[in-house]
């Protein structure tokens, strides 16, 4: 900037002196140089052009990166949110599931309360029906080892109760002593 400003300078002021003082050759410039000059100035005119551009693209790069990074947090934060949401609602969902199976459940050990093994099935449900005796059976196995009600076992499974748990005391007790291959 500083050197176009100079240039002006000794330009306007070498313009001026020539037309002023046309006999005298201290401040005349020659057309040679003249031009030299124009030239200087016109490139630096030109870069400085091409800088501010180069600054205005760089303004519009950064700007159109902080849009791209305001969207993307605004998307994630909104998929945050409807993932959190969801989450509620399945939670929800299941806790009402949960409530419904239970209150049947609890229905049917109340309807076939007088069957074998119904009094022992209620003591050990409490929060799940996966919960075990001291004998470490399962309210499902006592079910179907007492020949309860299918209603009963139907109930149970469909509460939650795992079909896949394994008591190798239970099957010796139900299977006599026979050697059992698994």
Same mark, same amino acid.
């Given at each position: 900037m500083k050197l176009i400003i100079t240039l002006i300078l000794v330009l306007s002021f070498a313009i001026g002196c020539s037309q002023e003082n046309t006999n005298s !050759?201290?401040?005349e410039i020659d057309e040679e140089? +003249? +031009?030299?000059?124009?030239? *200087?100035?016109? *490139? $630096?005119? *030109? $870069? %400085?052009r091409k800088l501010e551009e180069e600054a205005y693209a760089q303004a519009l790069n950064d700007k159109r990166k902080a849009e791209e990074e305001a969207y993307n947090q605004a998307l994630n934060d909104k998929r945050k949110a409807e993932e959190e949401e969801y989450q509620k609602k399945l939670i929800s969902q299941r806790n009402t599931e949960s409530s419904r199976?239970?209150?049947?459940? !609890?229905?049917?050990?109340?309807?076939?309360? $007088? %069957?074998?093994?119904?009094? *022992?099935?209620?003591?050990i449900?409490?929060?799940?029906? $996966?919960?075990v005796n001291d004998d470490n059976y399962t309210p499902l196995m006592i079910a179907t080892v007492n020949n309860s009600n299918i209603a009963v076992i139907k109930s149970l499974i469909e509460a939650g109760a795992n079909v896949n748990i394994i008591s190798l005391t239970l099957i010796k007790r139900v299977c006599g002593r026979r050697t059992l291959l698994l």
């Open positions: !050759q201290v401040f140089t +003249k +031009k030299m000059l124009q030239q *200087e100035f016109i *490139e $630096n005119l *030109e $870069n %400085e199976l239970a209150s049947s459940l !609890q229905g049917t050990l109340d309807k076939y309360k $007088n %069957e074998p093994g119904i009094a *022992e099935i209620k003591k449900i409490d929060n799940s029906v $996966n919960n």
